[in-house]
C-alpha cells in the first residue's frame, strides 16, 4: 500500500524490467527483464478487490516498477478487470516505451503518471542511457487524447535541477491542459543498500540530497508554468 503513487491510498503492483537505466533507480533490482515471479491475473484483482475498502473514493491500483508498459498486453485484460470492478487504476510510467498494447492501455487507464527524467536530450541521455523522444511523444499523445496525467520530474542536484532545464520542460508542456499536477520528487539514496547487495556500483554516491532552498527555487520555477506544483 503506497500514498506517493496517485490519488489516495494505492495497492501498489511492481513489474519486472525496464528499458532505462537511471543512475538514481531506488527499484535496481527491478532493472533487468530476468527475475521476479510470474503472477497469476487473479492473484492481482483479487488482492486489489480485498484491499478495496481502504482505498476510499481517491485511491485505487497503480502498476509501477521497472517500466509496466513493457508488459503492456498482458496488462491490458488486468486493468480490464480492475475497470469493470470500478477500481481506480493507473500507471507509473517513463513514456519510453510505445505500441499498440501501450496505447490501448492508456485509453483504459484513469490516470498516467508520467515520469520525464530530463528534457536536455544530451542531459536525459546520459542519465538514462536513452532518448527522450519517445517520452516526449507519449506526453503529447496523452494531451492529443484528453487523457489525465500526472508529471512527475526528480529533482538531482547537478543533473536535472539547472533553471535552463526546467524552464525549457515548462516551455514544452506548460500549456498541456491534460496536466493535472505537476510532482516536483526530491532525490534521495534510499536504493543505495541495493546497489550494494547486487554488487552494482551506485554512480551517484557523490550527490548530496536537495537543500531546502533547491526544492524552493524548482518549485518557484515550475510554478510560472503549471497550474499546481507539489513537491513530494
Not at 9 to 38: H, M, S, W
Not at 158 to 170: F, H, K, P, Q, V
Not at 174 to 190: D, F, N
Request: glycine share 10%; with cysteine.
Amino acid at each position: 500500500m503506497g500514498t506517493f503513487d496517485g490519488p489516495g491510498l494505492r495497492l501498489v503492483v511492481f513489474l519486472q524490467g525496464c528499458p532505462f537505466r537511471c543512475l538514481y533507480c531506488a527499484n535496481p533490482d527491478t532493472i533487468e527483464f530476468k527475475g521476479g515471479k510470474a503472477t497469476p491475473d487473479d492473484e492481482i484483482v483479487q488482492m486489489a478487490m480485498s484491499q478495496r475498502a481502504f482505498f476510499g473514493k481517491r485511491g485505487g491500483v497503480t502498476f509501477s516498477g521497472g517500466e509496466p508498459t513493457a508488459q503492456a498486453e498482458a496488462l491490458v485484460p488486468v486493468v480490464r478487470r480492475l475497470k469493470e470492478a470500478g477500481i481506480h487504476v493507473c500507471i507509473d510510467t517513463n513514456g519510453g516505451v510505445w505500441n499498440s498494447h501501450v496505447e490501448e492501455l492508456f485509453s483504459l487507464v484513469d490516470l498516467v503518471l508520467l515520469d520525464i527524467k530530463q528534457i536536455n536530450p544530451q542531459r536525459h541521455e546520459a542519465l538514462t542511457g536513452r532518448s527522450n523522444e519517445q517520452t516526449l511523444r507519449t506526453a503529447a499523445w496523452l494531451e492529443a487524447h484528453q487523457r489525465p496525467f500526472w508529471m512527475r520530474y526528480v529533482l538531482v542536484p547537478g543533473i536535472s535541477d539547472a533553471e535552463e532545464d526546467i524552464r525549457t520542460l515548462g516551455e514544452t508542456l506548460g500549456g498541456y491542459k491534460c496536466i493535472e499536477r505537476v510532482e516536483v520528487l526530491p532525490y534521495h539514496r534510499l536504493g543505495v543498500h541495493k546497489y550494494e547487495a547486487m554488487g552494482w556500483e551506485y554512480k551517484l554516491s557523490d550527490v548530496v540530497e536537495n537543500t531546502p532552498e533547491q526544492l524552493a527555487r524548482a518549485e518557484q520555477l515550475f510554478n510560472e508554468y503549471f497550474n499546481t506544483v507539489v513537491v513530494n
